[in-house]
Each structure stands twice: as structure tokens, then as C-alpha cells.
């Protein structure tokens, strides 16, 4: 099986919301785990990048990566680094047909966005750290400093922890009400007292919107509820922990 990713109507350019599944990795990496950060063979994530860059039309050498620290950095790409030597930061912006962006998640939101007529893309790892603290507005003033227009961007929220599946305590309720966006529209009640339910990809489209962002998509699916698809951080440690792996989301400008 060769990787089949989902993918938003809205893109105009090569991109992919992949899954766990087609790739080569066994055991509870199986099977397209695309991180470079945990315990898994080198070479079988190797196979599983160069799978995932080509089901896009970018070659494998073409796709670069970050090393995601959960904050508001963005960082520009000429060209292409080498694989595992992505500076400290949560988004990337490129004016260079061929490069192919990649982002890691296993939970959090992963954010595409392009400006087709400019030829400007951009990728964003939003969990709700990065999300409050504004690393969605940062990618939109970077794509816009290559010479996109935040009227013609159009973004992809990607799949990440669905709220049913997202229960979260008064630190992270506390952190959204004071980021403003209405945070509190995002927030339901929780199951247990003191805890609520929290809707990460519906923030993150909503950050999109007062960006001034028109054209916005929510690719719908819970990474914690859907084991058979989807790595997932939280369904790990309510497991009792261990060895995980971590999917990629993709844009590139092809051709």
C-alpha cells in the first residue's frame, strides 16, 4: 500500500494530509511514521518520507522539516536543508517551486496555506500552545513578506485531536480566553469538574479567519479517536505510554 493522503478542495497546489498508513515502519510505528526524532529505524523513515514526498510529485531530497518546539518561529526556506538539521520553529514559508514543507504532528494541528498567483506557501505545527500564541498570524505576515496577499490565501486546517477527545484542565482554558478570538466559543464542558472539552482545529480555523484568511478549510477527523489512521499523542499516554509515531502534512508548489 502506497500512501494515500487526504487533501482540501480549497489548495491549489500539491499537498497532503498523510496517514499512518503506507509505509514501511512496523510495530507501534507502523506504518508511515515520518518523525526523525524517535526510536524508530532511520532507514524505514527514510522510505516513509521519500513515499510521502513522492506522492506529491516532490522529490525526496526536496522535503524539509523543523525542529518543533511548540512556539511562534518562522522560518524562511531558500533551499532545501538536510534531513534532521530544521532550525528551532513551528512554521515555514517558501517562494521556491519544488521545496516541499513538511510538518510533524501526532495530535496537534497541522496548517497549510498558499497563495497561488504569488507562488508562496506556507506550513504551520499549531498545537494549542503555538495556536494561542499566534504562530498562525506569524505564517500569514512571513507568506506576506515573500508577496502573498492575506485576500487570496487560502488554508487548510489539517487532522488533529477531535473535542470529544480533547479534554483539558484550567492552564490551557486560561491561556485561550486571554489570547482573544472568542476563545470561549471553543470551550465546552467538560466530563469531569474543572476540565473542558476543547476544539483545536476549530480554533485554529478561527485565528485563520481573523488573519483576515477568506478562504478556509477544516479537513474533519479526530487523530485521537481513529487509531486504524492516525498516530496520536494523547491516545499514547492515556495507554500507559511508549514508543509512538508521527504523521506528515505536505505542501509544495509542483511544476
Same mark, same amino acid.
Given at each position: 500500500?502506497?500512501p494515500?493522503?487526504?487533501?482540501?478542495?480549497?489548495l491549489?497546489v500539491?499537498?497532503g494530509?498523510?496517514?499512518r498508513?503506507?509505509?514501511?515502519?512496523?510495530?507501534?510505528y507502523?506504518?508511515?511514521?515520518?518523525?526523525?526524532?524517535g526510536q524508530?529505524?532511520?532507514e524505514?523513515?527514510?522510505?516513509?518520507?521519500?513515499?510521502?514526498?513522492?506522492?506529491?510529485?516532490?522529490a525526496?531530497?526536496a522535503?524539509?522539516?523543523?525542529t518543533?518546539?511548540?512556539?511562534?518561529a518562522?522560518a524562511r526556506?531558500?533551499?532545501?536543508?538536510?534531513?534532521?538539521?530544521?532550525?528551532a520553529? %513551528?512554521?515555514?514559508?517558501?517562494?521556491r517551486?519544488?521545496?516541499?514543507?513538511?510538518?510533524i504532528?501526532?495530535?496537534c494541528?497541522?496548517?497549510?496555506?498558499? %497563495?497561488?498567483?504569488?507562488?508562496?506557501?506556507?506550513?504551520a505545527?499549531?498545537g494549542w500552545?503555538?495556536a494561542a500564541?499566534g504562530v498562525?498570524?506569524?505564517?500569514?505576515?512571513?507568506?506576506?513578506?515573500?508577496?502573498?496577499?492575506?485576500?487570496r490565501?487560502?488554508?487548510?486546517v489539517?487532522?488533529?485531536i477531535?473535542?470529544?477527545s480533547?479534554?483539558?484542565?484550567?492552564?490551557?482554558?486560561?491561556?485561550?480566553?486571554?489570547?482573544g478570538?472568542?476563545?470561549?466559543?471553543?470551550?465546552?464542558?467538560?466530563?469531569?469538574e474543572?476540565r473542558?472539552q476543547?476544539?483545536l482545529?476549530?480554533?485554529c480555523?478561527a485565528r485563520?479567519?481573523?488573519?483576515?484568511?477568506?478562504?478556509?478549510?477544516v479537513v474533519a477527523?479526530?487523530t485521537a479517536? %481513529?487509531?486504524?489512521?492516525?498516530f496520536s499523542?494523547r491516545?499514547?499516554?492515556?495507554?500507559?505510554?511508549g514508543?509512538?509515531g508521527?504523521?506528515?502534512?505536505?505542501i509544495a508548489?509542483?511544476?
Open positions: 500500500m502506497m494515500d493522503p487526504l487533501r482540501s478542495p480549497l491549489p500539491a499537498h494530509f498523510f496517514t498508513r503506507g509505509g514501511v515502519s512496523t510495530g507501534p507502523a506504518a508511515l511514521n515520518c518523525s526523525l526524532s524508530d529505524a532511520p524505514a523513515v527514510a522510505e516513509n518520507r521519500a513515499r510521502a514526498a513522492r506522492a506529491l510529485g516532490a525526496p531530497e522535503l524539509v522539516g523543523l518543533q518546539v511548540h512556539g511562534v518562522v526556506v531558500r533551499t532545501p536543508w538536510a534531513a534532521g538539521a530544521g532550525p520553529a %513551528d512554521a515555514m514559508v517558501t517562494d517551486p519544488g521545496v516541499a514543507l513538511g510538518i504532528t501526532a495530535d494541528a497541522p496548517v497549510l496555506l498558499a %497563495d497561488a498567483e504569488a507562488g508562496v506557501i506556507g506550513a505545527h499549531a500552545r503555538g500564541s498562525i498570524e506569524a505564517t500569514v505576515a512571513a507568506m506576506e513578506a515573500l508577496g502573498a496577499a492575506r485576500g490565501i487560502a488554508g487548510a489539517g487532522p488533529c477531535g473535542q470529544a480533547y479534554e483539558v484542565g484550567e492552564d490551557l482554558r486560561a491561556a485561550v480566553l486571554a489570547a478570538t472568542d476563545g470561549a466559543r471553543f470551550l465546552a464542558p467538560g466530563r469531569r474543572g473542558w476543547f476544539d482545529s476549530g480554533y480555523a485563520l479567519a481573523a488573519a483576515g484568511i477568506g478562504r478556509i478549510d477527523a479526530d479517536g %481513529d487509531e486504524a489512521r492516525f499523542h491516545r499514547r499516554t492515556l495507554a500507559g505510554g514508543p509512538i508521527h504523521q506528515i502534512s505536505m508548489m509542483i511544476g
